[in-house]
Nanobody
Framework: QVQLVESGGGLVQPGGSLRLSCATSGFSFNYYSIGWFRQAPGKEREGVSC????????YYADFVKGRSFISRDSAKNTVNLQINNLKPEDTAIYYC??????????????????WGQGTQVTVSS
């Protein structure tokens, strides 16, 4: 059974940091690219970051570029997303997602095969 379980969300003050984790099981992790998306109330789901299975290439949306870092741990079948200098506009539910791929990753939600249930991130003073 495929599972993606996000953790690490919570309430954080502006300027703070969070480390989100996506624990996966039920598929061959090393063959899958992993993405992080977010969805704020009343807005569409948007890509935040993704990491390719092929060569660990990483991609970031402009709104987190320079303050975010994604990494994958093949020993634990886990992908982590660190976001620093959090802003109120970062408030959203953050989801991880996976797709078997031979050519990287992207920020199209429909491209992905499996999704987690999400973890809430709230940035507020």
């Amino acid at each position: 059974q495929v599972q993606l379980v996000e953790s690490g969300g919570g309430l954080v003050q502006p300027g703070g940091s969070l480390r989100l984790s996506c624990a996966t099981s039920g598929f061959s992790f090393n063959y899958y690219s992993i993405g992080w998306f977010r969805q704020a109330p009343g807005k569409e789901r948007e890509g935040v970051s993704c990491i390719s299975n092929r060569d660990d290439s990483t991609y970031y949306a402009d709104f987190v570029k320079g303050r975010s870092f994604i990494s994958r741990d093949s020993a634990k079948n886990t992908v982590n997303l660190q976001i620093n200098n959090l802003k109120p506009e970062d408030t959203a539910i953050y989801y991880c997602t996976a797709r078997r791929s031979d050519y990287g990753c992207n920020f199209q939600p429909s491209w992905y095969d499996f999704w987690g249930q999400g973890t809430q991130v709230t940035v507020s003073s």
